[in-house]
């Protein structure tokens, strides 16, 4: 019912900057949480950052002051601008939204890659 289509990754050095997008299907902001995640081979699905659809944000420890995740609710879409980057952010990072009241409703994007290297 939900279809979400992450972009904007791709290679870049330490210290470099992306913004990855998040098109989304419909109009679900107001009822849906929605996030991004991020996992790297071998290792545990992290979540990096959300945004409440009340509006509320919250971000991991290791990205906070560094990532701004954010809606654009004309063009439905969310968008993850990361800054600093580093090699430890690499890993496929995944658009998320859980309805709000029912959360067994949950939605994924593919995925976009992120490398961050020299």
């Known amino acids: 019912q939900v279809q979400l289509v992450e972009s904007g990754g791709g290679l870049v050095q330490p210290g470099g900057s992306l913004k990855l997008s998040c098109a989304t299907s419909r109009n679900i902001f107001s009822i849906y949480n929605m996030g991004w995640y991020r996992q790297a081979p071998g290792k545990q699905r992290e979540l990096v950052a959300f945004?409440?659809?009340?509006?509320?944000?919250n971000y991991a420890d290791s990205v906070k002051d560094r990532f701004t995740i954010s809606r654009d609710f004309a063009k439905a879409a969310l968008y993850l601008q990361m800054s600093s980057l580093k090699p430890e952010d690499t890993a496929v990072y995944y658009c998320?939204?859980?309805?709000?009241?029912?959360?067994?409703?949950?939605?994924w994007g593919q995925g976009t890659q992120v490398t961050v290297s020299s």
């Open positions: 945004v409440h659809a009340g509006g509320r944000t």
């Open positions: 998320n939204a859980v309805h709000l009241l029912t959360p067994s409703s949950e939605y």
